[in-house]
């Protein structure tokens, strides 16, 4: 690319941070678990997986899937440490993947996504942009003992609004149509209706329906109907396996249990929806929560698209975006 800037777009999570590039003719894809914690005490211990060491402005931590997922960011808010570490180091990792030399200071030209509140509202969005570019200087951190030194540009770093799905990455598809996207994520449940690609800023909505609310019902009911204690991790793994397992026992039934449990949360998001005068006779389901309650969703609505870009929805329309702006090239 020589002197001009790399591009990387972000879509930070409360479950998974995914971020994409494009280089030699296909989109490269980089995702790890939203999760960081202080990595001081933890400094003899080989990361692996998706995990990795990082140290930054003198501080050490290990970010992804070996923390704890106690050490999930619950905040509505994505103007977090977490967040922001978890964003340089997805530029970091996409650098990496591009074989950018670690010669001088590139320039990267950033787009991430903001929640549909912070989106909406100038001044909240200004402030997490400047957050994020930090004041423009060189940002600097080491992963997994590797020296990184970037710039974001300021002039290229834009900031989107989630419930986006595939409508920008499929143009010919939703070029004519009406759609809701509703976009099921760990903390949030987002919606927005798409009229001739053009969204309505009225239906730009929100809720605390993310599946992380899922996963503690899951938890709790499981815990009074086996008198047995179930932890976070737990939770999560039953969640994705959709089933229950005690001393190492298959629990048969645990599994109407869970389903259960899911036809209820789709249920809540559906009347959520409806709540807000939302149409949902051509609804879109994005996200990594959508992917979790597939099943769920086509049951309740078997002409519903549930999203085949999954977690990287968001993204690949990110980056059609930065295209648009002459910031990304393919």
């Not at 002197?3 to 990387?8: D, G, I, M, R």
């Not at 899937?65 to 977090?80: G, N, P, Q, R």
Request: aromatic content about 10%; glycine content about 8%.
């Amino acid at each position: 690319m020589g002197n001009s800037a790399y591009t990387v777009v972000c879509d930070s999570g409360k479950y998974f941070t995914k971020a994409i590039s494009y280089k030699d003719a296909g989109f490269v894809r980089q995702k790890f678990r939203t999760l960081v914690q202080d990595g001081s005490s933890f400094s003899g211990v080989e990361v692996s997986g998706d995990s990795y060491r990082i140290t930054f402005e003198g501080k050490d931590y290990i970010v992804g899937s070996m923390c704890s997922e106690l050490a999930a960011d619950f905040s509505v808010t994505k103007h977090t440490f977490e967040h922001r570490l978890s964003v340089y180091l997805s530029v970091a990792l996409m650098l990496d993947k591009l074989h950018v030399e670690r010669v001088g200071i590139p320039m990267v030209n950033l787009g991430i996504n903001v929640p549909l509140n912070v989106y909406r509202n100038a001044d909240l969005k200004e402030r997490y942009r400047d957050y994020i570019l930090n004041g423009s200087k060189p940002i600097s951190l080491r992963v997994n003992g590797v020296a990184w030194v970037f710039r974001i540009n300021p002039d290229g770093l834009l900031l989107f609004p989630e419930a986006i799905g595939s409508v920008y990455a499929d143009l010919d598809k939703f070029r004519d149509a009406r759609v809701t996207v509703i976009d099921i994520g760990s903390l949030n449940a987002s919606f927005c209706v798409f009229e001739r690609l053009i969204p309505k800023l009225q239906s730009m909505v929100l809720c605390d329906l993310g599946v992380n609310l899922l996963r503690g019902r899951v938890q709790e009911v499981l815990q009074t109907h086996f008198g047995s204690s179930v932890s976070v991790d737990e939770s999560e793994n039953v969640l994705h396996e959709g089933v229950y397992f005690l001393d190492g026992a298959v629990m048969p039934e645990s599994k109407p249990i869970i389903s259960d449990l899911k036809r209820s949360h789709v249920k809540e998001i559906v009347n959520f929806a409806r709540s807000h005068g939302l149409s949902l006779n051509t609804p879109v389901f994005s996200g990594g929560g959508a992917i979790l309650l597939k099943s769920e969703i086509l049951e309740q609505f078997p002409s519903a698209v549930v999203d085949e870009n999954g977690i990287y929805a968001n993204a690949v329309s990110y980056w059609r975006l930065m295209e648009a702006r002459g910031l990304a090239h393919v």
